[in-house]
């Protein structure tokens, strides 16, 4: 696995290293401390694939060369990761072609998960993030902590869909027929999310779902 991290702040690098070896057994790191040798690495790298890109970079900053990263690498996930959590910031990354938005006040475990989410295809914001965004940006994959925040949840951008759906009261067949997905789909995405979400009936999922600010529980009806 080849990975381009792209940080200004070499102790963070330095740090980030020992977290991303735990990705894959196999993984090369190459690492830039602006934009420039950003563009210039991939375009001697032909075979990345994943892209970790701070905001605060000298020179020019993260989100105003992410288009044009995303033009040099279109197919290569690209993540921001920052110390900001502001809601503008994370819609100018996600409109600009990011898939991942990972604050650095997150854990190790963390972030990982985030990754692996972000390498099977998934959009990830943490969830105390997507609170801020509205609707508008959903479905994604968020994470978040349960209870006395000692466990995380991770649900993916369908089971994402599939919960919404649930909070507006729909049945199985309706939901699989909303998704075009086999009806057997829809069960088996139901069940992860009863078990991400510690619940044992639909009725609790949406609710806990809901104080956790994943969903909107406003116009359902159970």
């Known amino acids: ?9 070499t102790l963070f ?9 735990q990705l894959d057994e196999h993984v090369v790191v190459f ?5 420039d040798e950003a563009q210039q690495l991939i375009s001697r790298i032909r075979n990345l694939d994943l892209l970790l890109l701070d905001i605060d970079l000298p020179g020019v900053d993260g989100l105003t060369a992410l288009p044009g990263l995303r033009e040099l690498a279109p197919t290569v996930p690209i993540v921001v990761l920052s110390g900001s959590e502001a809601s503008a910031h994370i819609k100018q990354a996600l409109d600009d072609g990011a898939i991942g938005y990972i604050p650095k006040s997150c854990s190790s475990h963390e972030m990982l998960a985030a990754l692996r989410i972000v390498l099977q295809g998934d959009v990830y914001i943490p969830a105390k993030l997507l609170g801020k965004l509205g609707t508008s940006l959903s479905p994604v994959a968020a994470s978040t902590d349960i209870e006395n925040n000692t466990s995380q949840t991770l649900l993916t951008a369908r089971q994402i869909e599939v919960l919404e759906l649930m909070a507006r009261g729909l049945p199985n067949k309706s939901i699989a027929n909303t998704l ?13 999310i009863l078990r991400e979400l510690g619940a044992r009936n639909r009725t609790q999922a949406v609710t806990e779902a809901s104080r956790l600010g994943l969903v909107s529980i406003s116009n359902q009806h159970y």
């Open 13 to 21: 690098r330095e740090a980030l290293l020992h977290v991303l070896n």
């Open 1 to 9: 696995m080849h990975i381009l991290l792209v940080d200004d702040h």
């Open 180 to 192: 075009n997905v086999a009806e057997g789909t829809v069960k088996l995405h139901v069940a992860a």
């Open 31 to 35: 690492e830039a401390a602006n934009a």
